[in-house]
């Protein structure tokens, strides 16, 4: 019988490792999503307290208000034509994204790092650059 308790035991943790996993990687697939569709709304959800940022144009931390408005700015003068993804990668407590942008200005390098915790998908940095 205890045999089949460590084997309950075991299957039990390995599917929870999956469930977290995944939820990590749906935190970078949203934050990704809401780049692409240039949904500044979608993204400030995903904002909490200060986060960096690093625009043509604007390099600092802000304000989840100041980052709004720097990134609905950014969204209006660069349309967003695709989002080519090349990394995303993950571990407990942090979780990123790395790729190309093209807009109608150009095409930039994407990085985001994305916190998580407790399940829930705090967005640390974005840096767009040429």
């Not at 599917?15 to 993204?43: H, M, P, Q, W």
Request: with cysteine; aromatic share 10%; hydrophobic share 40%.
């Amino acid at each position: 019988m205890t045999i089949f308790k460590k084997y309950i035991f075991l299957t039990f943790l390995v599917l929870l490792s999956t469930v977290i996993d995944t939820s990590a990687a749906n935190c970078v697939d949203a934050v990704s999503r809401a780049f692409e569709k240039g949904n500044v709304s979608e993204l400030a959800v995903l904002i909490e307290g200060n986060v960096s940022l690093s625009l043509p144009g604007a390099q600092a931390n802000y304000s989840k208000a100041q980052a709004e408005m720097i990134l609905q700015d950014f969204f209006k003068k660069n349309d967003i034509r695709q989002l080519h993804i090349h990394r995303k990668g993950d571990n407990k407590y942090t979780s990123f994204v790395i790729g190309q942008v093209v807009t109608s200005k150009g095409t930039y390098k994407l990085y985001i790092s994305v916190k998580t915790n407790d399940q829930n998908c705090i967005v640390k940095e974005i840096r767009v650059e040429k």
